[in-house]
């Protein structure tokens, strides 16, 4: 039988274990251990964690290295066969982890699937990060089964079919460790968010599948380390999508993503200063500086990238703009794929 663990990565989140970790550690099947990677708090998640949580195994780290990073790092002290990755507000109901086993037992050319993400504070509807698996446009943009852009649908059970996605969310990651580590895992360049569909599309391009698992359901609270409103949010996910799309597109995607995303990220940019919101301006400017003294190291993970695929992911990228459907009022997913 294969072996998995559950492993959280925590930063400074003592008031979300005694939420939420209960819950992982109740729904938890025998011979599934729980883990939390502590990623250098210097609150006292560590004291919460020994004094409240014994069963669970611990792993130091020595500084904050990030999602991306942090997760690389702890997964090298772990040992299974397949990897739970939750962020550390997700609350798990019982079950959850039987159609993810089911999944992986029974398909091995898939390498990720994931629960249905609800939120945890109206359970009524998707919750923003994942909802019911993600897609991208041609110019990189994300998207998902039950949210565009920040159009957030009620779930009415729409979703509930068990499909093949372009990625699934990061809060609910469910992943064999093998082709985690033959990939090199998250890239740790980007330390926080489009990490996870960075891996996703590098996955589907080594002829992985990505699946999303609706039958399982976990409730994610989100925004537990950077709020919607946080200019390093803003920053974090325009330089990585800029990031993904230079090392994992084709040469047609990445051409057209270069002749018209300077100009719609511009146009983001000046949106903000005229919302007054000078340091999200900031922020997207940053961005593109950061993308720019990336590119020797981008094309040096592209030519891997690209030298060594056997598979391409055109059938999973949406062949328009979902920024100009949404502008257009059509705000649900409904069957754009």
Same mark, same amino acid.
């Given at each position: 039988?294969?072996?998995?663990?559950?492993?959280?990565?925590?930063?400074?989140?003592?008031?979300?274990?005694?939420?939420?970790?209960?819950?992982?550690?109740?729904?938890?099947?025998?011979?599934?251990? %729980?883990?939390?990677?502590?990623?250098?708090?210097?609150?006292?998640?560590?004291?919460?964690?020994?004094?409240?949580?014994?069963?669970?195994?611990?792993?130091?780290? !020595?500084?904050?290295?990030?999602?991306?990073?942090?997760?690389?790092?702890?997964?090298? =002290?772990?040992?299974?066969?397949?990897?739970?990755?939750?962020?550390?507000? %997700?609350?798990?109901?019982?079950?959850?982890?039987?159609?993810?086993?089911?999944?992986?037992?029974?398909?091995?050319?898939?390498?990720? %699937?994931?629960?249905?993400?609800?939120?945890?504070?109206?359970?009524?509807?998707?919750?923003?990060?994942?909802?019911?698996?993600?897609?991208?446009?041609?110019?990189?943009?994300?998207?998902?089964?039950?949210?565009?852009?920040?159009?957030?649908?009620?779930?009415?059970? =729409?979703?509930?079919?068990?499909?093949?996605?372009?990625?699934?969310?990061?809060?609910?990651?469910?992943?064999?460790?093998?082709?985690?580590?033959?990939?090199?895992?998250?890239?740790? !360049?980007?330390?926080?968010?489009?990490?996870?569909?960075?891996?996703?599309?590098?996955?589907?391009?080594?002829?992985?599948?990505?699946?999303?698992?609706?039958?399982?359901?976990?409730?994610?609270?989100?925004?537990?380390?950077?709020?919607?409103?946080?200019? =390093?949010?803003?920053?974090?996910?325009?330089?990585?999508?800029?990031?993904?799309?230079?090392?994992?597109?084709?040469?047609?995607?990445?051409?057209?993503?270069?002749?018209?995303?300077?100009?719609?990220?511009?146009?983001?940019?000046?949106?903000?200063?005229? =919302?007054?919101?000078?340091?999200?301006?900031?922020?997207?400017?940053?961005?593109?500086? !950061?993308?720019?003294?990336?590119?020797?190291?981008?094309?040096?993970?592209?030519?891997?990238?690209?030298?060594?695929?056997?598979?391409?992911?055109?059938?999973?990228?949406?062949?328009?703009? %979902?920024?100009?459907?949404?502008?257009?009022?059509?705000?649900?997913?409904?069957?754009?794929?």
């Amino acid at each position: 039988m294969p072996t998995a663990k559950i492993v959280i990565l925590n930063w400074n989140g003592a008031e979300h274990l005694r939420r939420f970790l209960p819950s992982v550690v109740a729904a938890a099947p025998a011979g599934v251990g %729980v883990v939390v990677a502590d990623n250098g708090s210097t609150d006292d998640s560590l004291a919460v964690l020994a004094r409240e949580f014994p069963s669970v195994e611990v792993i130091r780290l !020595d500084a904050n290295y990030g999602f991306a990073g942090g997760y690389n790092r702890a997964l090298e =002290q772990v040992e299974a066969d397949y990897f739970l990755l939750l962020n550390s507000d %997700v609350e798990t109901p019982a079950g959850w982890l039987g159609p993810i086993f089911e999944c992986l037992d029974r398909h091995p050319d898939v390498a990720v %699937v994931a629960p249905k993400l609800i939120s945890w504070s109206d359970r009524t509807r998707f919750e923003y990060a994942g909802a019911s698996g993600g897609f991208i446009d041609w110019l990189g943009y994300p998207f998902c089964r039950g949210r565009i852009l920040r159009s957030v649908e009620e779930d009415r059970g =729409q979703y509930d079919d068990a499909r093949e996605v372009m990625w699934v969310s990061g809060a609910a990651f469910c992943c064999r460790a093998d082709v985690f580590r033959r990939l090199g895992g998250f890239d740790a !360049d980007f330390f926080a968010h489009m990490e996870e569909i960075d891996l996703c599309w590098r996955m589907r391009l080594a002829g992985c599948r990505v699946r999303i698992e609706p039958r399982s359901v976990v409730y994610h609270l989100g925004g537990g380390t950077l709020t919607a409103d946080s200019p =390093q949010k803003v920053f974090y996910n325009h330089r990585n999508n800029l990031a993904m799309l230079f090392k994992c597109a084709s040469p047609g995607q990445r051409a057209l993503a270069a002749v018209l995303r300077p100009a719609l990220d511009l146009l983001a940019a000046l949106s903000y200063l005229a =919302q007054g919101r000078g340091d999200h301006f900031c922020a997207v400017l940053r961005a593109w500086r !950061d993308f720019l003294r990336w590119h020797k190291a981008l094309r040096r993970k592209r030519r891997a990238i690209r030298s060594t695929r056997c598979a391409e992911a055109a059938d999973m990228i949406y062949r328009g703009s %979902v920024v100009l459907r949404y502008l257009l009022g059509r705000r649900t997913f409904g069957r754009m794929m």
